[in-house]
């Protein structure tokens, strides 16, 4: 899949760009503020297909860094400049009227090699597929939904069985579930208003939740957490994902607040019906923010960083879950995975990072913990290379992973408790490390007394 770095700091406009580059140019849109932002992720993305960068009149020095830099480091690498710019016969094009969204796509799809043909045969097809979970979560929907029907080897009919405003049974949704149906599907065109929908309902919910008992929010940022991270994989970020990150977000941290004790509150969120990436996600962002407290580092910035990377940290496994439970080289080798996904696991940390990258308002140094968060750099595998580099916040973050893992991998193995700490002692001798593990183990002997 082509990689396209898009810099545009018209929000519509940006939007306009990256859904239509994702569908019709079949391309991953990597969104970046400016030049040096761009040079920053060519250093560790060399092989970016396409550069689409928004200059105006007066930026001369963008162009001009970004021009030099590719020339010298990425020999296949193209600049489309949108409004102003520098021809170069080699490296760069320009079209000037950046509003002309169409032209700018057929553009890079002319850069990129695709032709009308490969085009059509990228086009979405008529009906978009709805994980059913959504249905159970809902009680009506804003359009049309409907069941698909085999006709055929390619052959479907689509069956409408949920009709726009009508508020329908979860009994019915339940009973598909029961037969193993896994999707419902909307009109292509319905897509986006859907995933508005969705997320306004999960939204007003969470917000609701706030005052209510700690086992109902729980259920409820975990279906939220469950809808936000598909949508963000499917669509990227807009409106509708943003708003509802930003409200798990602030519900998570809302629980910690209110939460006198971490135990209480993590074996909460370690014993409810809900999944593996989501009480990772969670319980990491509890772990972390009572280390922050105990080292007197806890502001609300610095909690609501954790929860930040707690949420994010493991997205690149929202299709499968699965993957997000081999936590070490050995396990990976062990795994007999395809190529595909051996290589989503060995470089998930790098990808996440990456998609975090795009969220537009994504706070300062999240990008790094989240690469970092089994201790490789370069957000490959999991081996931890040069400690004395990592952040105290990034340390914080990872030995929280690494305790969190730990109890899930115990609920889900049973047996005797593993001395973790001790075990985190052994593995991480690194001054700053050492100093992150006894305020972890400070924080659960102070809850134990109580
Ligand atoms: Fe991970």
Redesign the pocket.
């Known amino acids: 899949m082509a990689q396209v770095i898009l810099v545009e700091s018209d929000k519509t406009l940006r939007e306009l760009l990256s859904i239509n580059f994702s569908t019709y140019v079949g391309c991953e849109v990597v969104p970046r503020e400016n030049a040096q932002d761009v040079i920053a992720l060519l250093t560790i993305l060399p092989n970016v297909d396409l550069i689409v960068y928004h200059a105006i009149e007066t930026d001369k020095e963008g162009p001009f860094q970004l021009l030099t830099y590719v020339k010298e480091n990425c020999p296949d690498t193209t600049i489309l400049f949108t409004g102003f710019g520098i021809e170069d016969e080699s490296f760069s094009v320009i079209v000037p009227e950046f509003k002309n969204w169409e032209k700018i796509v057929q553009q890079a799809s002319k850069i990129l090699g695709i032709t009308t043909e490969s085009l059509r045969r990228r086009a979405t097809p008529d009906y978009i597929p709805i994980p059913i979970n959504y249905f159970l979560t809902l009680d009506s929907s804003c359009c049309d939904v409907f069941i698909r029907i085999k006709k055929g080897a390619d052959d479907y009919q689509f069956i409408k069985r949920i009709h726009t405003g009508d508020t329908y049974s979860k009994a019915m949704v339940q009973r598909y579930v029961e037969q193993g149906l896994k999707f419902f599907y909307v009109a292509k065109d319905m897509r986006e208003n859907f995933t508005n929908y969705v997320s306004n309902f999960l939204v007003e919910r969470l917000e609701s939740s706030y005052q209510g008992p700690v086992d109902k929010q729980i259920e409820h940022i975990a279906q939220s957490y469950d809808v936000a991270t598909r949508e963000i994989a499917k669509l990227g970020f807009n409106t509708a994902t943003i708003q509802l990150t930003e409200s798990i977000l602030e519900s998570m941290t809302k629980t910690i607040q209110n939460s006198p004790e971490m135990g209480p509150l993590l074996r909460k969120v370690l014993n409810s019906k809900t999944g593996y990436m989501y009480q990772h996600c969670h319980m990491t962002a509890i772990v972390a923010s009572e280390i922050l407290t105990t080292l007197n580092a806890g502001t609300k910035e610095n909690h609501m960083k954790m929860a930040y990377a707690g949420f994010f ?2 997205i690149s496994f929202v299709n499968n879950e699965e993957l ?1 439970k081999i ?1 070490s080289y050995e396990q990976l080798e062990k795994s007999e995975l395809n190529a595909e996904d051996w290589d989503l696991v060995f470089n ?2 790098l990808e996440a990072s990456i998609m975090v990258g795009r969220h537009p308002d994504v706070p300062k140094g999240i990008v790094e913990m989240i690469r970092n ?2 201790g490789a750099m370069n957000g490959k595998g999991f081996t931890i290379t040069e400690p004395e580099k990592l952040s105290a916040m990034d340390k914080i973050f990872f030995i929280s992973c690494e305790f969190v893992k730990e109890l899930l991998a115990y609920k889900e193995a049973g047996g005797k408790p593993a001395p973790i700490i001790d075990a985190l002692y052994t593995k991480y001798t690194d001054e700053e490390m050492v100093k992150v593990i006894r305020a972890l183990e400070k924080t659960l002997r102070a809850k134990t007394k109580k």
Request: aromatic letters at 0%; glycine letters at 0%.
């Open positions: 940290h493991d997000a936590t998930h940390a968060h089994h």
